[in-house]
């Protein structure tokens, strides 16, 4: 079957999740594409998507937060409505452990209405990444995105080989959470990581972090970051060419020994075609 159009979605706050959808939009090679950012609050908050006609598909990319699909994107998500088109899933782990991501997905977009074609987990630099505590620096590099280009092929070869997106067989996509996921409250990032407090002497206003914080999270005035609200994603730290936000931990050497052990061995993109 001949694709017309393909939306993504993704929530990105530090890039990597777009990066490897848009590879993979790339590959895919539909001229016709929508792109449909959540990171941006007002994004979702608006968000609504129907798609009617058999020969649309959409990308919906995720980074795994704890384990699991990130709260705040269940909702906007919720906001989707199919008529048995086919959806290409994508979760972006930062080499610790990508959990329940990609089933979570799964069953949410199946009850939308929609046929799961392919589904991948990607690695991506770890939000908590600097240069003194290096995980998944990098990624994705070189080689995920030949893989990232690679998946978009055998996407197409496998639609062109069906005239119906229900031809397909269910995806058996796997996933479990580890001990520490289950017995750990939400939102744990803030038990382990503070909140990236602004070097006033290296600040020069420009503003960049208010406008990359997904959830609205800094002060316009004061720059002071909401403890409750910031989700510890690191944008602001990441993007802020001054270097005026640093990435600090709680119960630094814990937490640092935990996140070098878990992430010290280079995981490998994993992908269900
Ligand atoms: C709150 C929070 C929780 C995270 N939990 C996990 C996790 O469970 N496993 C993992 O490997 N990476 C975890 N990460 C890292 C991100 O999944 C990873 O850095 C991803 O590439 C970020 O995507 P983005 O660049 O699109 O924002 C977490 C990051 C944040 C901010």
Redesign the pocket.
């Known amino acids: 079957m001949q694709i017309d159009k393909l939306s993504k979605v ?10 490897i959808v848009e590879a993979i939009a790339k590959g895919l090679g539909i001229e016709d594409t929508e792109r449909i950012d959540l ?1 941006k609050a007002d994004t979702r908050e608006n968000f609504s998507l129907n798609l009617n006609s058999n020969n649309e598909l959409l990308i919906i ?8 699909i ?1 709260d705040l994107v269940k909702e906007p998500l919720n906001n989707l409505r199919g008529e048995e088109q086919g959806v290409i899933l994508i979760a ?8 329940i991501a990609l089933k979570e997905l799964k069953n949410l977009v199946e009850k939308k209405g929609f046929n799961v074609v392919a589904a991948g987990s990607f ?7 600097n240069s003194q505590l290096k ?2 620096t990098g ?1 994705p590099d070189e080689d995920d995105l030949k893989q990232a280009k690679q998946f978009a092929m055998r996407i197409t070869e496998k639609l062109l080989k069906i005239d119906n997106i229900e031809e397909l067989p269910k995806l058996n996509i796997q996933g479990e959470l580890p001990l520490m ?1 289950k017995v750990l409250p939400k ?1 744990s ?1 803030k038990i382990f990581a503070k909140r990236p407090k602004v070097a006033k002497e290296k600040c020069n206003n420009c503003g960049i972090c208010i406008k990359v914080c997904p959830v609205g999270a800094i002060d316009q005035e004061e720059l002071k970051i909401n403890n409750e609200i910031c ?5 602001c730290a990441k993007k802020c060419p001054q270097e005026a936000r640093n990435i600090k931990f709680k119960k630094e050497l814990l937490v640092k020994f935990i996140l070098r052990k878990k ?1 010290a061995e280079r ?1 490998e993109v994993k992908i269900y075609l």
Do not use: D, M, W
């Open positions: 993704y929530f990105s706050p530090t890039n990597t999740t777009q990066e990171t990319g995720v980074p795994v937060y704890e384990e699991r990130p972006v782990y930062g080499n610790i452990g990508e959990g690695i991506g630099e770890h939000s908590f990444s995980i998944a990624r996921a939102n990032a989700l510890r994603c690191f944008a992430g995981k």
